[in-house]
């Protein structure tokens, strides 16, 4: 089996959030199982060319608004998987991933690219796998090639739904010139007077997945579906839900060579070590015996920054660290700037992306890890947590419902504490009943064990993508 999977961002080349981290490790499972998958995403000014390993693809053409370009692909095996990066400087040598007005362009022109490479290389896909809105387009153009290109006539495709509530959108009147022009297609971008890619991508993929169960049904509500809830309803015959899986091989804190000691289930001893480590990193006194509490994610509404922004003065008055690591909106990093200023020795920042290292000794050194998420369509955190031996409170929304099991001390099962309403006073109530078992060590540890030995390994969550390409 053949699958060409497209994204916009992709460990260890490029990332923003937790597409990156899918991105990067399906393909090495699934060619794990025996499948023919291959990786193709843009090359950016801040990939690191040492990745670059194996080459190049020369002069494949591509024909873009009444023209000829001829691009080339960089070739890379790092990721476990043949990678192949488009190099077009004029529309991805830039600082970012996203963010620019012409974004839709951008992505438009690689799900083109992307198409003609695998003719290039004469290598027809069973699948093609896109990924989130960027895909969109390359995914509603396979549909309409398909019915006249003999190349294409047995691939299908599939669109991952990574968040919802990135759309895609842009002006409607661009979309005669990126060839979409005409129905159905000018009618599929449609959205309330914009063109969205992620709308025309999920009405033409031949199948959808979303990144958990949970947020499968909750996308089919007008509460949670950003305006596209009736559509995902429509198409809820050919929508399946599969948990992300973690990457053993780059978040395990046995081999993890960004962690300043190594430690397991079996002994938690590092733990200690790694937690003085992170103290020393964030400029906070070296007391071990106090918990701190971390949260690493973007800077958007979505992550529920709002309510720990009601409740900081009640989190300092526990007495806890806090360690927030994040990149994004300008009005939550000015919270967090003027949240570490009132309690520099309790609250440590660092605001921006970090990249791989930090996120990990943070994971490794943190004691709790919060996600008091709006909506989170699977969260990787909390999984990477669980492995850390780092208690995840969380919201009982999307993948987070999905995988963290709230700790019921009567039995001594579960992984972290769970609240429900979308409210401040709930995840301070969590917090407070985390505290209370923290300061309890017997009970703190089994529910450390009990999350540090759940597997949510990859290989799992390939099966159940092996078994989605064979039914489509
Ligand atoms: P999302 O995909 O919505 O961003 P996830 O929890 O699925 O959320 O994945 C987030 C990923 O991005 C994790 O690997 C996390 O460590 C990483 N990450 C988020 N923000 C930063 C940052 N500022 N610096 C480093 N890594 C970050």
């Known amino acids: 089996m053949r699958v060409a999977i497209l994204t916009s961002e992709a460990v260890p080349f490029a990332k923003t959030g937790g597409l990156a981290d899918v991105s990067g490790a399906l393909p090495k499972a699934l060619i794990q199982q025996n499948v023919d998958a291959r990786l193709i995403l843009p090359l950016y000014d801040q990939i690191d060319r040492d990745l ?106 599939l669109l991952s739904l990574h968040n919802v509530g990135y759309q895609g959108l842009f002006d409607a009147g661009d979309l005669w010139w990126l060839g979409f022009g005409d129905p159905p297609e000018r009618d599929d971008f449609s959205l309330d007077r914009h063109a969205s890619a992620l709308k025309a991508g999920i009405i033409a993929a031949d199948a959808l997945a979303t990144v958990s169960p949970r947020y499968a049904q909750e996308i089919q509500t007008t509460e949670q579906g950003h305006g596209l809830d009736w559509l995902l309803r ?29 430690f397991s289930a079996e002994d938690l001893a590092g733990k200690r070590e790694c937690k003085l480590d992170l103290l020393r990193r964030f400029g906070l006194p070296e007391d071990v015996n106090r918990p701190i509490i971390a949260i690493i994610s973007r800077l958007v509404a979505q992550k529920g920054y709002d309510l720990i922004r009601q409740i900081a003065g009640s989190i300092v008055e526990t007495g806890s660290f806090f360690i927030a690591l994040g990149a994004g909106a300008k009005e939550y990093e000015e919270f967090l700037q003027r949240w570490h200023d009132a309690a520099p020795l309790q609250v440590g920042i660092y605001k921006g992306y970090a990249g791989e290292p930090l996120a990990h000794q943070i994971e490794a050194g943190a004691d709790m890890f919060l996600m008091p998420s709006l909506y989170e369509p699977c969260g990787l955190n909390q999984m990477y947590s669980m492995r850390y031996g780092t208690v995840p409170i969380v919201r009982a929304t999307g993948g987070l419902d999905d995988t963290v099991q709230q700790f019921d001390p009567s039995d001594g099962t579960g992984t972290g504490f769970k609240f429900g309403p979308y409210e401040a006073g709930a995840l301070l109530e969590k917090i407070r009943e985390a505290l209370y078992f923290y300061a309890r060590p017997e009970q703190w540890q089994k529910i450390q064990h009990n999350g540090m030995l759940v597997d949510n390994s990859w290989a799992a969550a390939a099966k159940k993508y092996i078994q989605l390409y064979q039914e489509m």
């Not at 053993?248 to 300043?260: F, L, R, S």
């Open 52 to 157: 670059l390993n194996g080459g190049a693809v020369e002069n494949v053409r591509v024909e873009w608004r009444g023209q000829v370009h001829h691009v080339r692909f960089l070739y890379s095996d790092v990721a476990g998987a043949p990678t192949y990066l488009l190099e077009t400087p004029e529309f991805f040598a830039r600082p970012a991933i996203y963010g620019y007005q012409d974004d839709h362009i951008r992505f438009a022109f690689f799900s083109r690219a992307a198409l003609a490479l695998l003719k290039y290389l004469d290598w027809a896909p069973d699948v093609v796998h896109g990924n989130d809105w960027p895909c969109g387009f390359a995914v509603t153009e396979m549909r309409a090639r398909r019915r006249h290109e003999a190349f294409f006539q047995k691939t299908k495709s």
């Open 234 to 262: 429509a198409r809820s015959d050919r929508l399946a839900g599969i948990t992300n899986g973690v990457d053993y091989d780059v978040w395990n804190p046995e081999t993890d060579p960004h962690i300043a000691i190594n």
